[in-house]
């Protein structure tokens, strides 16, 4: 069993940065992929970016390709999200995910096997 924790989100006006962070335990071997996805008030929850572990190719959603920026840390199995000019259209729930097993569906929920409780990332206009 894996457990993710998630922290850095809150609450900050346009135009800011946040950095989300994200640590695995439980786990002897490293993820496939680890990610982020993000569920805004009465939507559903949708990509945002993965970082496959072994050679750390990165994959973003469209629309926050030019914003947005995934990383990791292999020796404490964590994966970060900084975030900058934070519009308010970002306010959703941030969850951090991972992939235990080879899959091809790292932008898809169906891809991830663990998922952390989410932080909340509000942004005011």
């Known amino acids: 069993q894996v457990q993710l924790v998630e922290s850095g989100g809150g609450l900050v006006q346009a135009g800011s940065s946040l950095r989300l962070s994200c640590t695995a335990s439980?786990?002897?071997?490293?993820?496939?992929?680890m990610g982020w996805f993000r569920q805004p008030p009465g939507k559903e929850r949708e990509f945002v970016a993965a970082i496959r572990w072994s050679g750390g190719d990165t994959y973003y959603a469209d629309s926050e390709k030019a914003r947005f920026s995934i990383s990791k840390d292999n020796a404490n199995l964590s994966v970060y999200l900084q975030m900058n000019n934070l519009k308010p259209e970002d306010t959703a729930v941030y969850y951090c995910?991972?992939?235990?097993?080879?899959?091809?569906?790292?932008?898809?929920?169906?891809?991830?096997?663990?998922w952390g409780e989410g932080t909340q990332v509000t942004v005011s206009s």
């Open positions: 439980g786990r002897a071997f490293p993820p496939y992929f």
């Open positions: 995910t991972f992939a235990g097993k080879p899959t091809y569906y790292y932008t898809h929920v169906e891809g991830y096997d663990y």
